[in-house]
C-alpha cells in the first residue's frame, strides 16, 4: 500500500544541514544536505548567521526535498527540526537577530565568566540545583558576556534563544525549547523544577527572556502562512518543539533504554548515555532526556571532525588537489597508510584541545599539544595520532561513567565519522568496547521520527525503536587493546602535567 502520510525532519549542523522525509513506516523517500561555513572571527570565537545559515538552510532544504520527492505539502503531517545547541542567540523586539550566534561549547570565550558563576555561586551548589556544571557549554556565562561586551545588543535584547527555537519561531511564531537543551542553560535551569529557576536569572536576564519549556515530542504550533511562503510547506502544518542535533541523533540511532550510549562523531564528539535515574558528576552534564522522566548523562569533546578537518586543511593541502585529480576523497587519501603504523603512532600523543575541551576536563583555557616527536615521524604518524588523541578522550569518558556506577550496555557510533572504519577500529581497540553503527539518516531521520510521534503517528518510542536497524558490530583487538593502555595512562598526565602552562598561555593570548 502506498504510503500517503509523511514526516519531515531538518537539522542544523556546524558545517552542514541534513534533511529527510519518511513516510508513516519509518522509510526515507527523499533526503538533501547543504553545507556552511562557520565564523571564528577571534581566537576562541565561533559563530553562525542565524537567518543565513539557519532559517536559509531550512528553506532550502525543505522547498529542495519537497520538489525532489514530488509530495504534495498536504501530504506531511508534521515537521520536526534540530540544530547544534546550546547555542545563545540573541534577537529583538521583532523576532530577529541582533548579532551572529554564540555556538556551542566550541566558542569559549566566556572563560573569564565561568570562572566568575563559579565563584560566586559555588561549584557544588550549582551541580546540586542544576545538575550541570558552568563550562563552556553552558549558556548563562554567554548571556553574561553579552551584558558586559555588547552592552548596546544586550539592552536591545527580547530573547535569548538556541538554534531549534529559532528555526520553530520562524515556523510557527511560538518560542519554545525543549527541556533536554533548556538544561544546558547553566546556571538558569532548575533541574528538580524542570523549569528555569526565576530567583537564579538575575544578572542574565529577564523570565521571559527565555521561551517556554517543553518536552521534545510536544506540539509547538503550525506553519504560519508567511513561513509556508518561504518553505514550501503547507501553512497549518503541526510542527514539534523540536530538540538539539546530538539528541536527535540518538533517536535516529534508537538510543532510548538505560545503558544505551550514542557515541556521535560528527564536528565535535558527542555521546549520550540513558541512564535509569539522575546521576550527577561534576565532570559530565546531567539531566532530562527528550521524554517526561527519562534522564541522560552526557559528555562531548571540543573537536573530532574539526580536527581532522583542520589537519587537512593546514598540513596536508597537497591531498585536497590529489583528491580532487583523483575524484577521491582527501580523508581516504590521509588513511591510506596508517594502518601500518603501530598502536600509540610510535610513541607520539595528540591532545586534541584545539578550541578549549569540554568534559571531563571541562577547561575552555586547555590547548593542543603534539607529545613525542621526532626525526623518525612522518605526517601519516601524525595523522593517526589526531585520531588516536580522540580515541583516548572517549575512553576517557567510558572510564568516567564507570566511575560513577553507570552501566553501560549498547555503544551506538553515529555522525559523519563511522564511514572511516579504521578509526572506529582505533576507537574500539583504545576503549576495549565494541561499537555498533547506526543508520546513516543522522539527526534529519530523528527529527522526523520524532515528527511523527509527536504527531500520533507513533505511539510511543518503542514504534520508533522497531524501525532503527544498526550495522554489525566493529569488535576491539584484545592485543591492541592492551597496547594502547599506557598511552591512554600519558594522554591524561599530560594533561595535567601542563594545565599551568596551558593557561598562563591562554591569559597571555586574552592579553594580547
Partial sequence: MMADRYYLGIDIGTYESKGALIDQTGRCVAAGACPHGMSTPAPGFAEHDAEQIWWGDFCRLS?????????????????????????CLPVGQDGKPLRPAILYGVDVRAARE???????????????????????QSVGPKILWLRRHEPAVYKQTRRFVTGTTYLVAKL?????????????????????????????????CRPDQLADCRWTDEPAGAVTPQAAEETGLLAGTPVITGTAD?????????????GDVMLMFGSSIYMIHVVPK????????????????????????????????????????????????????????????????????????????????????NDPAASGLIFGL??????????????EGVGYGIAQHFSGFQEMGLKTGRIIAVGGGT???????????????????????????????????????????DDIQSRIHLGDPVLPDPGRHKLYQPYCRLYRQLYQQNQKSMHELYQMKQED
Avoid at 249 to 258: H, I, L, M, S, Y
Avoid at 374 to 387: F, I, M, P
Avoid at 428 to 450: C, E, F, H
Fill in 63 to 87: 522547498r529542495d526535498i519537497i520538489q525532489r520527492s514530488g509530495i504534495r505539502p498536504d501530504q506531511i503531517k508534521g515537521v520536526g527540526c534540530s540544530t547544534i545547541a546550546p547555542c
Fill in 114 to 136: 565561568i570562572d566568575e558563576i563559579n565563584r560566586t555561586l559555588g561549584e557544588a551548589a550549582i551541580l546540586q540545583r542544576c545538575g550541570n556544571p558552568v563550562t563552556s
Fill in 172 to 204: 510557527t511564531g511560538q518560542w519554545v525549547i525543549d527541556h533536554y537543551t533548556a538544561a544546558y542553560f547553566t546556571p538558569l535551569y532548575h533541574l528538580a523544577a524542570n523549569d528555569w529557576d526565576t530567583a537564579a536569572l538575575d544578572p542574565y
Fill in 246 to 258: 546530538a539528541a536527535a541523533e540518538a533517536v535516529g540511532a534508537g538510543v532510548f533504554d538505560p
Fill in 278 to 361: 539522575l546521576s550527577v558528576d561534576q565532570r559530565f552534564w546531567a539531566g532530562p532526556y527528550l521524554f517526561q522522566d527519562t534522564w541522560m548523562v552526557a559528555g562531548g569533546m571540543s573537536t573530532a571532525g574539526t580536527l581532522t578537518r583542520w589537519f587537512r586543511d593546514q598540513l596536508a593541502r597537497d591531498t585536497v588537489e590529489q583528491a580532487s585529480r583523483e575524484g577521491v576523497n582527501a580523508y581516504d587519501l590521509l588513511m591510506r597508510d596508517i594502518d601500518a603504523i603501530p598502536p600509540g603512532s610510535d610513541g607520539l600523543i595528540v591532545l586534541p584541545y584545539l578550541s578549549g575541551e569540554r568534559t571531563p576536563i
Fill in 374 to 387: 621526532s626525526l623518525g615521524h612522518r605526517r601519516e604518524h601524525l595523522y593517526k595520532a589526531c585520531l
Fill in 419 to 461: 564511514r572511516n572504519p579504521s578509526w572506529l577500529q582505533i576507537v574500539a581497540d583504545i576503549s576495549g568496547r565494541p561499537l555498533r553503527i547506526g543508520q546513516a539518516n543522522g539527526a534529519a531521520y530523528g527529527d522526523a521520527l520524532l515528527a511523527a510521534l509527536g504527531t500520533g503517528e507513533l505511539r510511543s518510542p
